[in-house]
């Protein structure tokens, strides 16, 4: 594959950079990131905002190349305002599409690109925010003739950008360029798409490979606030959605404050078995504390990842041009339960989760109802039901979501098979939405207690031949890490990802491949300690850790029925691969 076994390595060179170094500068910073990072491709950029000239890029592209690393093309469409000009109602100087001027400067930087490479990715600023006064009179327009009276953008731009992809993208740069690739990359933010003209529902019939943007940096004081396994699922989404066409997963070493946080970005992206790890960017690894951390790590992944085989797991519907309970599937696997996602309705899944975002597909009824009727399992989150209250979600089940609201901190959790109960207190407080429903009708499996009432977190509800599961979700999403390990222990074990689950407190991802192999990872964050956990794999012998460097197996602690239980430890900051020895 390249300088790694498991995937290629490349960087991204961007435009300001390209339009200055020296031959000298560039040797230096390589010489730097070499001597850490084992580079098989760069995408050299030419154009993001300024265009270098020809001789900058020939230059770079034969330093690298001496190198031995591949050059390929990227392209950022961002665009100053030209100097005497009434500055555009946007964002990150992002293009007006009804302007001209605009336009024509941006087939002049791709058929540029194009003449130079063979193939070019462009940068995640491929949207439009603009809301001038022409922008204003083209949506208007399109929503008159397409019967839209509520005078929203969202298929306006979807409509922009794909006519943008064909005529100023793709057609410029196949006529200079017969034998350009065209990649598009998407962002993080995949529930804002629809809102700023990223289509992949129609981008994906046009250009020929797609990238994913798996930039998680800090949480908290970030303004994308984006749970770290969006890394994973995100990957998972646009693999799901046109297999073997994603090129590859982007991260960046911007805003992340602790070194773990960065290099979990890494880990994450990697485990989804991507083709590609980008790193962005190459100016930003020049000279940085990451880059040697970065590489010993990147060493350390290789070796784990071939043990791995194809991620497996819950499937998350996200159907095109969805939003709602934005990114509640990565705090769900953030907690244990091992979630990948996908655009399509997966109906020959095993186990299905259902959020907000999946009622967004008008037919999500009539599938669900095809789905349980043959056997399937399906978790649906209360904003799932909240959004089908009153259109048929009432067939499957007898809650309803009145909006009443409650304050739990203590639980009671019924054992498997009804054996008993278990009564855990919270680390803290948390708020949820009361699912009001009819006792002995539907069942409650977790509940949240305060003083003389309980109420339902985990309810179960038999249709046909198949289960309808409810999660009840916390009004603020990372008071699931408040939920204690006795709660989640129940929700893992409700939903084992081939015949494997975790017993263990919050904020541990369980990673399971279709090859017996699976990877467990606790995340660095405040609270999270060294513990020791148990893994339940039924049929399991013996559980191997294949890049270790003294074999030993790990004899189950006890066996129950067919299920063996083991006991791992589990540090933060350190992942392991175990493989199942059947």
């Given at each position: 594959m390249g300088n790694y076994r498991n995937f290629t390595l490349a960087t991204y060179f961007v435009a300001h950079a390209a339009a200055r170094v020296t031959r000298q500068e560039l040797e230096d910073q390589l010489d730097f990131v070499l001597r850490h990072l084992k580079l098989d491709k760069v995408y050299l950029e030419p154009w993001r905002g300024e265009l270098a000239s020809h001789e900058q890029i020939e230059m770079i592209k034969e330093v690298f190349q001496n190198h031995g690393v591949h050059v390929s093309g990227g392209l950022t469409t961002v665009i100053l305002t030209p100097e005497g000009e009434t500055p555009k109602a946007?964002?990150?100087?992002?293009?007006?599409?009804?302007?001209?001027?605009m336009l024509a400067r941006l087939r002049e930087a791709v058929t540029f690109t194009a003449s130079h490479f063979d193939e070019f990715i462009i940068d995640d600023f491929f949207f439009t925010n603009c809301t001038c006064a022409d922008c204003v009179r083209e949506r208007d327009r399109f929503n008159q003739q397409n019967g839209i009276k509520d005078g929203s953008w969202e298929k306006y731009r979807l409509d922009l950008l794909r006519r943008v992809s064909i005529e100023d993208i793709l057609k410029p740069a196949k006529e200079v360029n017969p034998h350009c690739r065209v990649i598009i990359k998407y962002p993080n933010w995949a529930e804002s798409y629809q809102e700023t003209g990223y289509n992949p529902a129609d981008q994906r019939k046009l250009f020929d490979m797609l990238y994913t943007g798996t930039e998680t940096r800090d949480p908290v004081t970030t303004d994308q606030h984006l749970p770290r396994y969006l890394s994973f699922s995100l990957m998972t989404y646009f693999e799901n959605m046109w297999p073997d066409h994603n090129g590859g997963g982007w991260f960046d070493n911007f805003d992340t404050h602790i070194t773990e946080h960065y290099l979990e970005q890494a880990y994450l992206t990697a485990f989804s078995r991507p083709k590609e790890l980008m790193v962005f960017c190459f100016q930003s690894m020049a000279d940085h504390m990451y880059t040697p951390a970065l590489g010993y790590q990147l060493e350390k992944?290789?070796?784990?990842?071939?043990?791995?085989?194809?991620?497996?797991?819950?499937?998350?519907?996200?159907?095109?041009?969805?939003?709602?309970?934005?990114?509640?599937?990565?705090?769900?696997?953030?907690?244990?339960?091992?979630?990948?996602?996908?655009?399509?309705?997966?109906?020959?899944?095993?186990q299905i989760l259902l959020t907000r975002s999946s009622a967004c597909d008008p037919d999500i009824l009539e599938k669900l109802n095809a789905y349980l009727s043959t056997g399937g399992t399906a978790i649906v989150t209360s904003g799932f039901m909240e959004a089908l209250q009153g259109k048929g979600i009432e067939r499957f089940t007898s809650i309803r979501l009145r909006g009443r609201q409650a304050t739990v901190d203590r639980y009671r959790v019924e054992e498997e098979n009804g054996r008993g109960y278990l009564y855990p207190f919270g680390k803290k407080p948390v708020s949820l939405p009361v699912p009001e429903f009819r006792n002995n009708s539907t069942w409650a499996v977790v509940k949240g207690m305060h003083d003389e009432e309980s109420y339902g977190m985990l309810l179960k509800d038999n249709y046909q031949t198949g289960c309808l599961w409810t999660l009840t979700v916390p009004d603020a999403y990372p008071d699931f890490y408040r939920l204690p390990a006795t709660v989640w222990n129940r929700i893992r074990q409700a939903f084992p990802v081939n015949e494997v689950w975790m017993e263990g407190s919050s904020r541990i991802s369980l990673f399971v491949y279709d090859n017996d192999s699976l990877i467990v990872y606790p995340y660095v964050m405040e609270g999270v300690q060294r513990q020791v956990i148990r893994l339940h794999v039924r049929g399991a012998k013996a559980l191997t850790i294949p890049a270790a460097r003294r074999q030993k197996a790990i004899e189950p602690l006890y066996m129950r029925g067919d299920e063996a239980v083991f006991e791992v430890n589990a540090v933060p900051g350190q992942y392991v691969l175990y493989h199942i020895e059947r």
């Open positions: 946007r964002l990150f100087d992002t293009f007006c599409y009804n302007d001209p001027k992944l290789d070796r784990t990842l071939d043990g791995a085989g194809t991620p497996a797991g819950i499937v998350c519907y996200l159907p095109d041009h969805c939003q709602g309970e934005d990114n509640v599937q990565d705090f769900l696997g953030m907690n244990g339960l091992p979630i990948v996602c996908s655009p399509y309705f997966p109906a020959k899944e095993k």
